[in-house]
C-alpha cells in the first residue's frame, strides 16, 4: 500500500486553480469534480460523507456566528473530518438574515446565505478535506507549487562509473585524481565529496566531464605529436652528426 498523503502532496495542482477577487481580497479554489477525480483515480476506495444534523440539514447554524457545514472523507481506512462556515466573497459569515458592519472604508453589507451557498460551501469544505489527504495542500498554506520530494542519491554504480570518468580526465590533464575531482565539484559548485552527490547532480557532473575530455584529448594528442616530433627531430640530428647512414 503506498503512502497517501505523498501521492496526492506531490501532484501539482496549479493549472486546476481558480481564482476570485473580491475587493482587495483573493481567493483560490480548486475544483471540487476535478479534485474528486484525481482522487478516484488513484484510490478508488475513496469515499465522502456530507455530516447531517437536525431535521436532516447538512449544516448546523448559530444565530450569532452563522451557518457551519462538515465532511468526512475515507482513503485507505484512513478518515479525516473538515468543516467550513457559509461564507460571502469577502469572507464573511453568512447568517440567516442579511446585516451590515463597518470597516474603515465605510460600511459593509452581507446577504443572507441561500441553499446555493450552502452546497457551494459543502463542495468546497470536501476539497478542504482531500486537501488533509495531500491534494493541494499547499494552497492553504499559500504557497505556488508543491513541496518537491528529497533528491535521490546517487547509486553506487554511477559513483563508480563517475570516477573512471574522472580518472580519465586525471590522466589526460596529468593531475592526481583527487585534485581532478575536487576542482570538478567546485567548478560546479557542489560543496559535497563525490560519495554524497545526488541522482541529478550526478548527471550534471557526467555531462560536464563529457563536455570537456574533447578539449583534453585534444591536447594530449597534440602533445603526444610534439614529442614525436621533437624525437623524430633528435633523430634525425643524431643521424647528421654521427653521419649514420640511411638503411
Not at 45 to 65: G, M, S
Not at 179 to 186: D, F, T, Y
Amino acid at each position: 500500500m503506498d503512502n497517501v498523503f505523498e501521492t496526492l502532496f506531490h501532484l501539482d495542482v496549479n493549472e486546476r486553480v481558480e481564482k476570485k477577487k473580491t475587493g482587495n481580497t483573493q481567493l483560490s479554489y480548486l475544483s471540487w469534480a476535478w479534485a474528486w477525480a484525481e482522487v478516484k483515480k488513484r484510490y478508488e476506495n475513496a469515499q465522502y460523507e456530507i455530516l447531517k444534523f437536525e431535521n436532516n440539514q447538512p449544516y448546523v447554524y448559530d444565530e450569532k456566528t452563522g451557518y457551519m457545514v462538515f465532511t468526512k472523507v475515507t482513503i485507505d481506512d484512513i478518515t479525516h473530518e473538515m468543516w467550513l462556515p457559509v461564507m460571502d466573497g469577502a469572507n464573511k459569515a453568512m447568517k440567516s438574515e442579511p446585516y451590515t458592519y463597518t470597516t474603515k472604508f465605510g460600511e459593509k453589507s452581507v446577504e443572507a446565505a441561500t441553499m446555493f451557498d450552502v452546497n457551494k460551501t459543502i463542495m468546497r469544505c470536501l476539497v478542504k478535506n482531500l486537501a488533509m489527504f495531500g491534494l493541494g495542500l499547499y494552497i492553504y498554506s499559500g504557497e505556488d507549487l508543491p513541496e518537491a520530494e528529497p533528491p535521490k542519491p546517487a547509486t553506487p554504480d554511477q559513483i563508480k562509473a563517475l570516477t573512471k570518468e574522472i580518472e580519465n580526465m586525471a590522466q589526460l590533464a596529468e593531475i592526481a585524481y583527487e585534485k581532478a575531482e575536487k576542482g570538478i565539484l567546485s567548478h560546479l559548485k557542489l560543496n559535497k565529496k563525490l560519495k554524497d552527490i545526488t541522482n541529478e547532480e550526478y548527471g550534471t557532473m557526467l555531462v560536464y566531464i563529457n563536455k570537456m575530455l574533447p578539449a583534453y584529448e585534444k591536447k594530449a594528442k597534440e602533445k603526444a605529436e610534439a614529442a614525436k616530433i621533437e624525437v623524430d627531430a633528435e633523430q634525425v640530428g643524431m643521424e647528421l652528426q654521427y653521419n649514420i647512414p640511411e638503411k
